[in-house]
């Protein structure tokens, strides 16, 4: 009789344990979140206006939230260890990453990088970066119309430079002469710097760049003339400039740089809105639109729905291009 309940007394008490272990391991409740410190994981090298996007977030979500917020720069592999490593991080909220589109969503569908456009769920777009067709102020084309009508009239002779071969821009630029008939002959290169010195030297006929800050100073300046906007509408900032749509090539609006946040997939739907919302309300204070440039900030906020619907257009669009 003794023996059968001390087995009895052991069985409750091991059962306790369990319970209690399980209840240890339940996700804590966006009431509750976050509750230690938050890593902010970005695909780029510190310094940059990328990394001071993802700066500026995380250091208004480690003043609201109350909590230390560790940004990491994993720059490298056309952004895919800092990928691999949110896919690989626990889903509940503590690891967010940079995504930058459509460069993150794009990647995949060029080679095996471990993840697709699906293995990340979004929480919404921080700043969006215009493209915009350029040519040097000694430039004998000086609309967007003289430029790609002589594109037109002599294929493949004028030449483009781009941020890299399977950007946007080049992929754009191969739209232009698969569904349009103007081909120009593409130049990737690595980055602005590069496309600067190579349109200011005479190298290339033009440039299709995005228009950051360090473009809109040469614009400025008169070094470079911008002949066409990729956005379906002329950002504010390039109010004179006409859209590709405009000049009558409807669907060449995706070469604009979206950068956002993204978390694992099956982070809780309820931490997620948190961060969304919290996020929404970093684009709404002064300071951080000052940070960021009031110009790179959508007049409405491109919450996690919205992010998603324009990632999945742009590996509609591009996946059988990159598949040919």
Do not use: H, W
Not at 60 to 82: H, I, K, L, R
Not at 89 to 107: F, H
Not at 269 to 292: F, M, S, W
């Amino acid at each position: 009789m003794v023996k059968r309940f001390g087995l009895l007394l052991l069985a409750v008490t091991l059962a306790l344990g369990l319970a209690s272990c399980g209840g240890a391991g339940e996700q804590e409740s966006a009431e509750d979140f976050p509750s230690d410190d938050m890593d902010v994981v970005v695909p780029y090298a510190p310094g940059g206006p990328t990394d001071l996007a993802a700066r500026t977030i995380g250091s208004y979500y480690e003043e609201e939230f109350d909590e230390t917020v560790v940004v990491e720069n994993e720059p490298g592999a056309s952004g895919t260890m800092a990928m691999n490593e949110l896919i690989s991080s626990e889903p509940d909220g503590y690891t967010v990453k940079l995504i930058a589109a459509p460069a993150t969503v794009v990647v995949p569908l060029v080679e095996d990088v471990g993840y697709t456009a699906d293995d990340f769920d979004t929480v919404g777009v921080i700043t969006v970066v215009p493209s915009v067709l350029a040519v040097g102020s000694d430039s004998p084309y000086e609309s967007a119309e003289e430029f790609l009508e002589a594109a037109e009239e002599s294929p493949g002779e004028l030449s483009v430079g781009t941020p890299g071969a399977n950007t946007s821009q080049s992929l754009e630029m191969q739209r232009l002469d698969e569904e349009y008939g103007v081909e120009v002959t593409t130049v990737p290169f690595e980055g602005n710097t590069e496309m600067t010195s190579a349109l200011l030297g005479g190298n290339v006929d033009a440039i299709m760049i995005n228009a950051s800050e360090d473009v809109l100073a040469n614009i400025e300046a008169g070094d470079f003339v911008p002949l066409a906007a990729s956005p379906e509408e002329r950002p504010d900032f390039l109010s004179d400039t006409p859209t590709f749509r405009e000049l009558g090539y409807e669907d060449l609006t995706l070469s604009t740089s979206l950068f956002g946040f993204g978390v694992p997939n099956d982070t809780p739907e309820d931490i997620t809105g948190k961060l969304e919302d919290t996020l929404r309300e970093a684009l709404e204070d002064p300071e951080v639109r000052e940070q960021l440039g009031e110009e790179y900030i959508a007049d409405e906020f491109i919450d996690a729905e919205e992010f998603r619907e324009q990632l999945d257009e742009i590996v509609e669009v591009y996946e059988p291009i990159l598949s040919e």
